[in-house]
């Protein structure tokens, strides 16, 4: 259960990429979710991404991106990254 | 569709069309293609020499001459384009489109990332924006994409969705001890419109 913003972007997070990548949500941990880890090639990184905005937009939490941390990395890095997304550009 | 004006004035059916018309696109919110320039071939010679990519792509480890790679690099090619981060212009990609054939309407596409490693959803995105603009500027029903099977785990996810396996070259390529097969993809303009869709909205600004 969501508990913060922080907690329920994660939720958000992990809901989308356990769609995209057929990972069950229980079995991705926040040490170890990297695209690569999880199975996923360029193409499928690229839906990630999309589907990663299409959901925060959807559930309005934009400027949630940030507080989910990725390895070291904010989903909000990942974005830059990958997609160059990031918040403030 | 055509109509009886045969004025001076413009035909309001034509004058309709134009304003729908949208001139195809080189650029979205998160990169940019432009045409390949002198000053990039350098770059690009060594990448294709001797970057990570150098013996799995174009010249499988082959090092012609500088001049003798520039005389050979625009053979047969209809369009090609760097791919280039909005903001800092970093170099992310190079796309090319070559080996038309206007009786049958196919062309074959290259794509070659200058991050191989990096899964990089940008340069699928800077591909998608190319393979947009092919089938806006010319009436290709299909591109081909010609894949050597030892990079094409790359790109597998896309398979009957982004393109089709229209062909299998069994053991056709050698590299590392081993024998590889090549693959023939085959992107359609009617399976596209979807992926079009995608890529549109990944070319924009997430909230804007």
């Known amino acids: ?89 | 569709m055509h109509s009886e004006n045969q004025g001076a004035g413009a035909d309001p059916l034509v004058t309709k069309r134009a304003a729908r018309f949208a001139a195809p696109s080189l650029r979205n919110d998160h990169l940019y293609l432009r045409a390949v320039l002198p000053e990039d071939y350098p770059y690009l010679y060594l990448v294709e020499t001797s970057g990570a990519m150098a013996s799995r792509w174009g010249l499988r480890g082959a090092t012609p001459a500088y001049q003798e790679w520039i005389q050979q690099r625009s053979a047969g090619v209809l369009a090609q384009f760097m791919i280039l981060k909005a903001g800092d212009d970093s170099r992310i990609g190079l796309v090319t489109a070559f080996s038309a054939d206007f009786q049958d309407a196919h062309a074959h596409l290259a794509a070659l990332s200058f991050d191989p490693d990096g899964n990089s959803a940008m340069m699928m995105l800077g591909i998608g924006l190319f393979v947009d603009y092919v089938f806006k500027c010319w009436s290709f029903r299909k591109l081909y994409l010609d894949t050597a099977e030892y990079n094409y785990p790359q790109f597998a996810s896309g398979a009957d969705r982004f393109f089709k396996v229209e062909g299998r070259l069994r053991e056709h390529h050698y590299l590392d001890g081993e024998w590889w097969d090549h693959l023939i993809l085959a992107i359609f303009r009617d399976d596209w419109a979807e992926a079009s869709k995608l890529v549109e909205r990944a070319g924009s600004r997430r909230g804007e």
């Open chain 1, 1 to 89: 259960m969501a508990n913060s913003a922080g907690d329920a972007a994660w939720e958000c997070y992990i809901g989308v990429v356990s769609k995209i990548s057929g990972v069950q949500a229980d079995k991705i941990h926040r040490n170890s979710l990297m695209t690569r880890d999880l199975g996923l090639d360029s193409l499928a990184t690229f839906e990630l991404a999309v589907a990663l905005i299409d959901k925060f937009e959807a559930e309005g939490m934009e400027d949630e991106l940030d507080s989910v941390d990725l390895r070291g990395l904010t989903a909000g890095a990942i974005f830059d990254r990958y997609l160059a997304v990031g918040p403030g550009e």
